[in-house]
């Protein structure tokens, strides 16, 4: 019992960072960035703000997947021959996993394409800019539903509540 407490602070705290740090972006990273007077600052500050949550996210992705698979494991999903998964709360469990599979993929995307493509293109290409910066932006507030999706479904699972 006490890994499963372990595991679960540990993906609580994950969540935290992650939903949370993608929420400051967008309510005080961006607002300030849009500040007349950062006219000169904004993309490098930009910048700069994307890769450190960049490098942070995926250090939380990886306990993300440990200490769900901890979380699982000690709830007895993998050796109860499949039959757990076939509950309500499982189908959550599976949902959320999913949502997750996405969320990485295309936070890869996000982060390792578009991204950088929108600083590269920046000073050279106007037009590309400009695609690759409404694509990034897209991105960007894709990742913040399907985050706030799989936490959704986290908090309703862990009080045996099923949307199934």
């Not at 950062?38 to 942070?56: C, E, G, V």
């Not at 979380?71 to 996993?97: E, H, P, Q, V």
């Not at 695609?131 to 960007?140: I, L, M, V």
């Amino acid at each position: 019992m006490l890994f499963y407490y372990i595991f679960l602070i540990f993906h609580i705290f994950s969540a935290m960072i992650w939903v949370g740090g993608m929420i400051f972006y967008v309510i005080v990273v961006m607002p300030v960035i849009r500040n007349p007077e950062l006219k000169d600052q904004k993309l490098r500050l930009l910048q700069l703000t994307a890769l450190q949550f960049r490098n942070i996210s995926y250090y939380v992705f990886s306990v993300f997947i440990v200490s769900g698979i901890g979380l699982l494991y000690n709830k007895g999903y993998f050796y109860s021959n499949g039959t757990l998964l076939t509950t309500n709360i499982g189908y959550m469990f599976i949902a959320k996993i999913g949502l997750f599979i996405i969320l990485f993929l295309s936070s890869l995307y996000h982060d390792f394409v578009t991204g950088p493509k929108t600083f590269i293109y920046l000073n050279t290409d106007p037009v590309q800019y400009e695609r690759y910066r409404k694509t990034s932006a897209f991105y960007g507030r894709f990742n913040l539903i399907i985050s706030l999706s799989i936490t959704i479904l986290g908090i309703l699972a862990s009080r045996g509540f099923s949307l199934f």
